[in-house]
Each structure stands twice: as C-alpha cells, then as structure tokens.
C-alpha cells in the first residue's frame, strides 16, 4: 500500500496545475495522467485563448509545458489511470489499473468531460480540420466564412449566437421540428439575420479534400418526404452537450442531473472532506481551458490549507 499526501487524477489543464501548485507547497503531489494525456484541450490545434501566448500556441505544446513545469516543481507524474476509488473515508483508498493501491490523504479530481458526437467516421476523419466540440475555443479560425453546429438545445443557441458575430453564415442542424432551448435563447437565434435553422434535419456525413468543405444531410429522415442534399460550410461543431468522467466517484460524491460534481460555493470543495474537484469535472458553464486552470490552482491551495488544519 502506498501512501500519498495529494492524489491527482486526470491531467490537463486543472490537473497539472493542481500538481504545479501542489509541488511547489512540498505536497509530494502523484498525478495520473489518465486516457488522455493533456485532456479535452489536446484534441484542438492552435490555442489562441489562453493568456501569455499573443501569437497563440499548439494545444499539444502547452500541455507538454505545463506537464514538464509540474516535474520541475516535483510533481510523481505517471501514466496510466485510478480504476477504483473508495472514498468512504480518510485515508482514501484506490487502485490504478496495474493493480497497485494507494492511501491517500487528500484527492484532486481533475478527470475532465467529454464532448458528446454523433458517431460518424468523417467527425474523427476531419478532426482538427473543421470539426470542433468548442466554438469559443475553435469559432475565430471561421471568420466571415461558414459553419455549421448541431443541436438544438441552450448550448447550440449559445454557440451559434457566438459564431454569428464571426462567421459570415452560421447553419444550426436540428433533429427535431423545435428548438428544446429556453424561449429567450429561441428567440435570439431565430432573429438573427446570419443564423439560419434546419429543422427535422440530420447530419449523415462530412465531405472534403483537405479539411471540412460541406456536409450531408437529410430532412425528414425515414419518412415519405425524406430528402438528402448537401450544404458548403468550412467548419462543423459540435453542441450537443458534455458528459462529465465521474463514473468511478458516483454513489459517492453529490452531482448533479447530469453527473458533474457539485463544489461548495466559491470553492472546489465536495461532499466529502478531503476531496476537491477542479476542472471541466465540476464545470458545466464555461468549460475553458484558464477556468480549468484556475480551479486546479484552487484545489492545490484548498488541499494545503486542509492538511495545515489536520
């Protein structure tokens, strides 16, 4: 049985700045990159966003930064991911997936979310090449040029809204002969000139040379009036939701509706004591990669404070 003072789990953006944080507190942080190296921020290209890089920077490089800057300050980074995790009490018992256990003392949860596809193999085929899950992230590449986002709930009448003072055309492709968003968002993206709505509509493929030139569609899908036709955009996102990685904590941390962990206010605090969340793990809102590692400076400063007071 190992003992660890501060388990991290999931790298990225809040993950490896928990363990910056933490290893220059002498925390003796151990931080399990899990699935995916880097997060949900790896599956972009050019970063522009986030603060410090005025010419923008390769979303890989950045994680590869802030990995080797948390090495330097003495962070145990492992590949590899936590497989089972008691938390009934302190000290927290888990597992990773060689079997190895591990007692410890405090836990960032730092697993991310992920964004939710339709399926099809053109999404993996021009990812990083039109197809996006972010249009804050992704939205100033398609400047006055076309695009099209899929959903038709608050998130992709927000996202349209977004693209639309970028883009020269935003199309919202949706399934249903209805908008499910709240009434005031309805109304924002039905009157705005550059936003056109597709109902009853679903995205069967993408097409393109070097990247997403146009996509395929079909109304009325398995009915008598079904249609097929085909619509030219230069960029294709993704708005239809986020599924939080919080399988291994259910039954035992609050969440909410749709399984994000829920933090005291002001906090990246749980239910449990000892335990913090920080990340698109606990963030439904903004989902950015500064927010996320914000949060995880939080938790390195919550964590530390917490073990003073033991």
């Known amino acids: 049985m190992e003992k660890v003072k501060t388990l991290i789990i999931g790298s990225g953006p809040a993950g490896y700045t928990a363990a910056i944080y933490a290893g220059r507190a002498n925390l003796q942080p151990v931080l399990y990159s899990g699935l995916q190296p880097g997060g949900q921020l790896t599956t972009t290209t050019i970063v522009e966003n986030f603060p410090g890089f005025h010419e923008g920077i390769d979303a890989n490089q950045l994680m590869t930064e802030m ?177 939080p990685n919080t399988d291994l904590f259910k039954g035992q941390l609050d969440m909410d509706e749709h399984g994000f962990i829920i933090t005291q206010p002001k906090s990246t605090a749980t239910s449990i004591e000892g335990v913090f969340a920080a990340g698109d793990v606990a963030d439904p809102t903004y989902r950015q990669g500064v927010v996320a590692a914000g949060t995880g400076a939080m938790a390195a400063i919550e964590v530390d404070r917490f073990l003073q007071k033991q």
């Open 67 to 243: 990995r080797q800057q948390a090495e330097v300050y003495g962070a145990d980074l492992r590949d590899g991911s936590i497989v089972k995790a008691d938390l009934s009490c302190r000290p927290f018992h888990l597992e990773d997936e060689r079997g190895n256990q591990i007692e410890a003392e405090t836990v960032i949860i730092a697993t991310g979310a992920s964004a939710k596809y339709l399926g099809l193999p053109d999404e993996e085929k021009y990812r990083g090449q039109g197809v996006s899950a972010c249009a804050t992230c992704d939205g100033f590449f398609y400047r006055k040029r076309v695009v099209a986002v899929v959903g038709g709930g608050d998130t992709a009448c927000e996202e349209a809204m977004y693209l639309s003072g970028l883009a020269k055309k935003v199309y919202m492709i949706v399934r249903k002969p209805y908008l499910r968003a709240a009434e005031i968002m309805r109304k924002r993206v039905t009157e705005k000139d550059n936003i056109e709505i597709l109902y009853n509509t679903n995205t069967v493929g993408l097409f393109g040379e070097n990247g997403v030139e146009g996509t395929h569609l079909v109304r009325f899908k398995g009915e008598e009036n079904e249609e097929n036709f085909d619509v030219a955009i230069d960029g294709f996102f993704l708005a239809i939701g986020h599924t």
